[in-house]
């Protein structure tokens, strides 16, 4: 089992929608989740983190931690053209030293 | 803003040449990373660093090396470049998990390796 799990699309979703993005983790003592996006040919970059069980939410995106479950999602709200990338899963684990990253998941947004 | 500056863009190499990547941060974090990513992959962990002349390999360390003489500097070194080391290099950096909160990684804008 891959320490963090994601689906890895193509999720196809219309303009206006909302974009559900889901990610599991193994461990059960990770402390700390995060959302990267990555544009084709570019480097990740940081768009969302949670700690606690619940919601957090920041302008269009919010994301949910269920840790009783061991998953973590990504709501896109609203979606635009420009929300089509590769969006990366990341858990940092109960040892608190490396972050494990999932291999993503791809969302277009078609117009 | 944390910034991790990624020495070249596009790199252009011979088999057999040793290839240095530079990676440099402006925020005194002391964790320092290197990755690779390859279509269908993900982003797989060469090496990392908690502090100066510290190293630990990752993932798939073999066929690199990597040096941390300063604080601010990361460097990742190919000894004997294969075609198959031809990829998306990744560094990222970020403080000590607790010291200011954690908010992952920074990640560099990538130099894209080609051995030919």
């Known amino acids: 089992q891959k320490e963090v799990e994601q689906n890895s699309g193509p999720l196809s979703v219309p303009e206006g929608a909302i974009a559900s993005l889901n990610c599991t983790y193994s461990d059960r003592g990770s402390q700390s989740f995060f959302w990267y996006r990555q544009y084709s040919g570019k480097s990740p970059e940081l768009i969302m983190f949670?700690?606690?069980?619940g919601d957090k939410e920041d302008g269009r995106f919010t994301a949910q931690l269920n840790k009783a479950s061991q998953y973590v999602s990504l709501l896109i709200r609203d979606s635009q053209p420009s929300d089509s990338a590769t969006y990366l899963c990341?858990?940092?684990?109960?040892?608190?030293?490396?972050?494990?990253f999932g291999s993503g998941t791809r969302l277009s947004i078609r117009p | 803003d944390v910034k991790v500056t990624q020495s070249s863009r596009y790199l252009v190499k011979r088999t057999g040449e040793k290839v240095f990547l530079e990676c440099v941060q402006d925020?005194?974090?002391?964790?320092m990373f290197w990755y690779r990513q390859d279509p269908g992959l993900g982003l797989r962990l060469i090496y990392f660093?908690?502090?100066?002349?510290?190293?630990e390999k990752g993932d798939i360390p073999e066929g690199y090396s990597v040096s941390r003489e300063k604080k601010e500097r990361f460097s990742l070194i190919l000894e004997s470049a294969s075609t198959n080391q031809t990829s998306m290099y990744l560094c990222?950096?970020?403080?000590?998990?607790?010291?200011?909160?954690?908010?992952?990684?920074?990640f560099g804008s990538g130099t894209r390796l080609t051995v030919v």
């Open positions: 990341a858990v940092r684990g109960s040892s608190a030293s490396k972050i494990i």
């Open positions: 990222a950096s970020s403080p000590q998990a607790g010291r200011h909160g954690d908010y992952g990684y920074t």
């Open positions: 660093s908690y502090d100066v002349k510290m190293k």
């Open positions: 925020m005194d974090h002391e964790n």
């Open positions: 949670i700690y606690s069980n």
